[in-house]
């Protein structure tokens, strides 16, 4: 333990020393230790995935869905017929930030079937404190982020959820699933037909075999 410690004191302070460009200190050491933090979660991450085993269709549909995206335009759910959609609820200063590089390549990995979308919460342990116009530049310059990013919002169940995690987090709207996100980076999978179909929380890596498998 002794010699853990240390090692991770010695990369946590060469961090330091090597400080990104466009990222604060803390925000450079999280990047560095993602691998580290996804490692040591990647057991219990496989626990708390939750699949629409039975097929079960929502009551509202989830292309009546609209919101807000990052630029403050008009984002109409209708146009993602026909495709799956993965939502993930995301910060610029938590330890599964990292996730916005996976998210991307995956993106890439899947252009013609696939639409991500980003929601940007201050919802845990305020770690997106900036707004709309820095989170857009902060994902786009460390991370190349090019998937849709939302407007900053509430993703948990208190006044004010946005719309569109209310659908993902009530039973009583998707059809089965009651499941707030847990902390920033919890995954949503909705298929082709609007009907969600898994939810994955921060711990599962988005090119993880399970979030592969689900979308092929």
Same mark, same amino acid.
Request: one cysteine or more; aromatic letters at 10%; a positive charge.
């Given at each position: 333990?002794?010699?853990?410690?240390?090692?991770?004191?010695?990369?946590? %302070?060469?961090?330091?020393? /090597?400080?990104?460009?466009?990222? &604060?200190?803390?925000?450079?050491?999280?990047?560095? /230790? @993602?691998?580290?933090?996804?490692?040591?979660?990647?057991?219990?991450?496989?626990?708390?995935?939750?699949?629409?085993? %039975?097929?079960?269709?929502?009551?509202?549909?989830? @292309?009546?869905?609209? +919101?807000? =995206?990052?630029?403050?335009?008009?984002? =109409?759910?209708? &146009?993602?017929?026909?495709?799956?959609? *993965?939502?993930?609820?995301?910060?610029?200063? +938590?330890?599964?930030?990292?996730? @916005?590089?996976?998210?991307?390549?995956? &993106?890439? *990995?899947?252009? =013609?079937?696939?639409?991500?979308?980003?929601?940007? %919460?201050?919802?845990?342990?305020?770690?997106?404190?900036?707004?709309?116009?820095?989170?857009?530049?902060?994902?786009?310059?460390?991370?190349?982020?090019?998937?849709?990013?939302?407007? !900053? %919002?509430?993703?948990?169940?208190?006044?004010?959820?946005?719309?569109?995690? !209310?659908?993902? &987090?009530?039973?009583?709207?998707?059809?089965?699933?009651?499941?707030?996100?847990?902390?920033?980076?919890?995954?949503?999978?909705?298929?082709?037909?609007?009907?969600?179909?898994?939810?994955?929380?921060?711990?599962? =890596?988005?090119?993880?075999?399970?979030?592969?498998?689900?979308?092929?």
């Amino acid at each position: 333990m002794i010699k853990i410690a240390i090692a991770l004191g010695v990369l946590v %302070s060469a961090t330091l020393l /090597m400080k990104k460009t466009g990222m &604060s200190y803390r925000q450079s050491v999280l990047k560095t /230790m @993602y691998p580290a933090i996804m490692w040591a979660s990647k057991a219990t991450g496989k626990k708390l995935i939750q699949t629409n085993k %039975s097929n079960s269709a929502p009551l509202v549909s989830f @292309y009546s869905l609209q +919101c807000k =995206d990052i630029n403050g335009k008009d984002f =109409d759910f209708a &146009s993602l017929k026909g495709k799956k959609v *993965l939502i993930v609820n995301t910060a610029s200063d +938590c330890g599964f930030t990292g996730q @916005y590089e996976a998210l991307e390549k995956l &993106s890439k *990995l899947y252009v =013609d079937k696939l639409v991500i979308l980003g929601f940007p %919460s201050n919802d845990f342990k305020e770690q997106e404190t900036g707004g709309n116009e820095n989170i857009a530049a902060f994902c786009k310059k460390n991370y190349g982020v090019s998937f849709p990013l939302m407007e !900053k %919002s509430i993703v948990i169940k208190k006044n004010h959820q946005n719309e569109v995690h !209310k659908w993902l &987090s009530d039973m009583t709207i998707n059809g089965w699933c009651h499941q707030e996100p847990a902390w920033n980076f919890c995954k949503y999978l909705i298929n082709e037909n609007g009907i969600l179909t898994h939810y994955f929380p921060m711990t599962i =890596d988005p090119l993880a075999p399970e979030v592969l498998a689900a979308i092929n």
